[in-house]
């Protein structure tokens, strides 16, 4: 499904001030649709905002080239290289990207002879997740970002790991996507880096509303992992993943019919388990990012657990996945992470805390489906469009005070 959307690169230099912007991300090593779409909004959003960006990843100094086509995760990239190619061709940013192989030492990708002069001349380097390690040719930049979407797993990374203190302490400001960050009702674990809240992007014209044909094989649905990593414990206190989130939700097919629908990846998945509950499972639509999109417009609409550290932290993440499908006008039957402090929620995001609220949002969400699709849609427009979200960054980063710059030292 070809993507290409030059009017997306319209340059709106009337309405901004045209910077130039490296945005590190993880998609050559991580060559899969559904992950490579949160970076690559980034890159497209602040491409139509008239920005002259480009995307650089990092093989940082470990294997860390996964090739599903092969199972291995090594240090080749070139299944990742072709993945990143055909996705940023696809878009008409073909000429904006490159990767640094640290086991060669060498630069690969479409401006991999430019980014000697990309250093010297880039006004903000946005480091997205942290996956890329802020090498000596990137400190030049005068604002470098780090913007966080994993809490609580990354605040006790950086209390506990003084390689990953150190790595983000090279960054001059710091945002996390859980917009409760900071706040009395919020209990993540203090760092002590100054974070501020930020919001996912996503670009409302790659993702339009399509039509969905009511029938009886509507299915709830989501992309999720079983366990991405192990759980961790800090002051007394396990943070668990989504898999710890799931043990109260397990019977839920039981009681509102055959509609749910996990596109699940993970060793530990017990599918045997799942299937004997009534969820029907499938491999994640994870090729390319069009074969996830297509997934997620032809579902009725999403439910989802979220991750055991985000809900009882109240850290008010919301998943740049769920505001995917809210952009599709499909609504979302998502639990609560403290998000309902600065989402409405009610029509088209129906939130819950339990069984039996997941319930009656299912069936809220099915006695006005069309009613709440268009809600949908409405909040991503309002809430989560990339111009709204990104403009908004920028303007913090750039007018930050010497004092939200002042981190602490290793």
């Known amino acids: 499904m070809k993507q290409t959307?030059?009017?997306?690169?319209?340059?709106?230099?009337?309405?901004?001030?045209?910077?130039?912007?490296?945005?590190?991300?993880?998609?050559?090593?991580?060559?899969?649709?559904?992950?490579?779409?949160?970076?690559?909004?980034?890159?497209?959003?602040?491409?139509?905002?008239?920005?002259?960006?480009?995307?650089?990843?990092?093989?940082?100094?470990?294997?860390?080239?996964?090739?599903?086509?092969?199972?291995?995760?090594?240090?080749?990239?070139?299944?990742?290289?072709?993945?990143?190619?055909?996705?940023?061709?696809?878009?008409?940013?073909?000429?904006?990207?490159?990767?640094?192989d640290a086991h060669t030492n060498s630069w690969l990708g479409s401006c991999a002879d430019r980014i000697g002069e990309i250093c010297a001349t880039a006004d903000l380097l946005l480091n997205i997740n942290g996956v890329n390690p802020v090498r000596s040719w990137w400190e030049q930049i005068p604002e470098r970002a780090l913007i966080e979407g994993d809490s609580v797993f990354t605040q006790i990374r950086h209390i506990t790991d003084p390689v990953a203190r150190k790595q983000a302490c090279q960054h001059t400001a710091f945002f996390s996507c859980s917009e409760n960050i900071g706040l009395a009702q919020c209990s993540i674990p203090d760092d002590g880096f100054p974070w501020q809240p930020t919001r996912v992007p996503i670009v409302l014209d790659a993702w339009p509303v399509t039509p969905f044909v009511s029938d009886s094989q509507g299915k709830f649905t989501t992309v999720m992992q079983w366990e991405s990593y192990p759980a961790r414990e800090y002051n007394g206190i396990s943070y668990g993943l989504k898999a710890d989130s799931f043990a109260s939700y397990i019977n839920l097919p039981e009681r509102v019919g055959s509609i749910l629908e996990l596109a699940v990846s993970g060793a530990k998945t017990p599918s045997n388990l799942l299937a004997s509950k009534g969820w029907e499972l499938r491999e994640p639509p994870t090729q390319?990012?069009?074969?996830?999109?297509?997934?997620?417009?032809?579902?009725?609409?999403?439910?989802?657990?979220?991750?055991?550290?985000?809900?009882?932290?109240?850290?008010?993440?919301?998943?740049?996945?769920?505001?995917?499908?809210?952009?599709?006008?499909?609504?979302?039957?998502?639990?609560?992470?403290?998000?309902?402090?600065?989402?409405?929620?009610?029509?088209?995001?129906?939130?819950?805390?339990?069984?039996?609220?997941a319930i009656a949002s299912i069936e809220e969400i099915n006695s006005r489906y069309e009613f709440h699709c268009k809600a949908a849609r409405a909040i991503a427009e309002e809430y989560f469009d990339a111009r709204k979200t990104l403009s908004r960054l920028i303007e913090c980063i750039m007018n930050s005070t010497a004092e939200s710059r002042n981190h602490p030292s290793s």
């Not at 910077?19 to 590190?24: G, T």
């Not at 860390?64 to 878009?91: H, K, M, W």
Request: proline share 5%; hydrophobic share 35%.
């Open 288 to 357: 390319t990012p069009w074969t996830y999109q297509q997934y997620i417009q032809q579902s009725k609409a999403e439910f989802s657990v979220a991750k055991h550290a985000f809900v009882i932290s109240n850290c008010g993440l919301f998943y740049d996945r769920s505001a995917s499908y809210l952009a599709s006008g499909r609504p979302v039957v998502v639990q609560e992470t403290g998000f309902s402090d600065w989402l409405p929620t009610g029509e088209g995001v129906m939130a819950f805390r339990n069984l039996e609220e």
């Open 5 to 100: 959307l030059p009017h997306l690169l319209q340059k709106n230099v009337d309405s901004v001030s045209r910077l130039r912007i490296v945005v590190l991300g993880y998609i050559v090593r991580g060559p899969l649709g559904g992950m490579a779409w949160h970076p690559l909004q980034y890159v497209m959003g602040l491409a139509s905002l008239g920005h002259d960006v480009y995307f650089i990843e990092d093989s940082d100094d470990y294997p860390s080239c996964y090739d599903p086509v092969r199972g291995l995760t090594d240090t080749d990239p070139t299944y990742g290289l072709q993945f990143a190619n055909s996705i940023f061709e696809q878009v008409g940013l073909g000429d904006r990207w490159a990767y640094y």
